[in-house]
């Protein structure tokens, strides 16, 4: 199928944790004395700093749970759904199961389109994308990595504390032995600066398309980004900055006069519920 472009709708801002924040890296083999489970760095910096796979990998997530709730009525609406009950295959032990959670990974069961028609009318992979089993629907949606704020550089330059060791006791469940860890987060009030940038390819999608990435975002919000969501890590909050529209004709010409912007939504909340404005930019007439 034909691919259009039309321009790509940028969101920029801050996310804040409002609680310590764990996103793990890779774990090196444990020096005595060191921590058990440190957070995520920029190698070049030594920095923490959030992936965009991991925050998009969230907001995928999230919206999933959403779409398998509203499974049955979203059908009529997007044709790729057809193909699902709601569920996951995790039951059954067996990828493609016929269940809306169909693929496993890393232990994790979320959902995958198999094809490009199919991710094209299902409104999870259109927007995020689908590596399916038999062609790839490339995803709508980029996620920047999010790197510390200067105001937040700066702070750490000064030589505060950007992130902490919190001891945790887990219990081990065979010998009841008190197993103590140490995991790293990052203290609570650091802003990183995110990018998310949404490219607009089908005109009369693009309005269910920003509903549905801004609705994942508020619902990132009320839950967590990170390890340790229960313990009430993880709670991060978007300030949004500026939503511009690059029209195709900007990438023509470099003419920044192309560029249209909406008047100020702090909050994703007040952006969602202005929607339209942002659809205004795109679709002039309204139509
Ligand atoms: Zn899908």
């Not at 229960?230 to 195709?248: D, E, L, T, W």
Request: glycine share 10%.
């Amino acid at each position: 199928m034909n691919r259009e472009f039309y321009g790509k709708v940028i969101i920029e801002g801050e996310i804040e944790a409002l609680t310590g924040l764990h996103i793990g890296a890779q774990r090196d083999t444990s020096e005595i004395g060191g921590i058990d489970n440190p957070v995520i760095k920029d190698p070049h910096t030594g920095l923490p700093y959030i992936p965009g796979s991991s925050l998009k990998g969230r907001l995928r997530s999230l919206f999933e749970i959403y779409v398998n709730s509203k499974l049955d009525e979203l059908k009529d609406q997007y044709k790729g759904l057809k193909n699902y009950m709601k569920g996951s295959c995790r039951e059954i032990g067996k990828e493609n199961c016929g269940r809306f959670f169909n693929r496993e990974l890393h232990n994790v069961w979320i959902h995958v389109c198999n094809t490009y028609e199919e991710a094209r009318n299902c409104p999870v992979c259109r927007l995020f994308g689908a590596s399916g089993k038999e062609s790839n629907f490339p995803s709508r949606v980029i996620v920047r990595d999010a790197f510390l704020t200067e105001e937040w550089k700066e702070k750490w330059r000064k030589g505060e504390e950007i992130t902490e060791a919190k001891m945790e006791v887990g219990i081990d469940r065979i010998t009841s032995q008190a197993n103590p860890r140490t995991t790293e987060r990052v203290v609570a009030g650091a802003k990183f600066n995110f990018e998310i940038i949404y490219t607009v390819e089908d005109l009369n999608e693009v309005e269910d398309d920003l509903r549905h990435l801004l609705m994942s975002m508020l619902l990132l919000e009320d839950s967590y980004l990170g390890g340790s969501g229960s313990r009430g890590y993880g709670k991060v909050k978007f300030h949004i900055k500026r939503i511009a529209f690059k029209p195709r004709e900007f990438y023509e010409t470099g003419d920044e006069g192309k560029i249209k912007s909406t008047k100020q939504y702090k909050s994703v909340q007040e952006l969602l519920n202005n929607i339209n404005d942002v659809v205004s930019l795109i679709k002039p007439q309204g139509g």
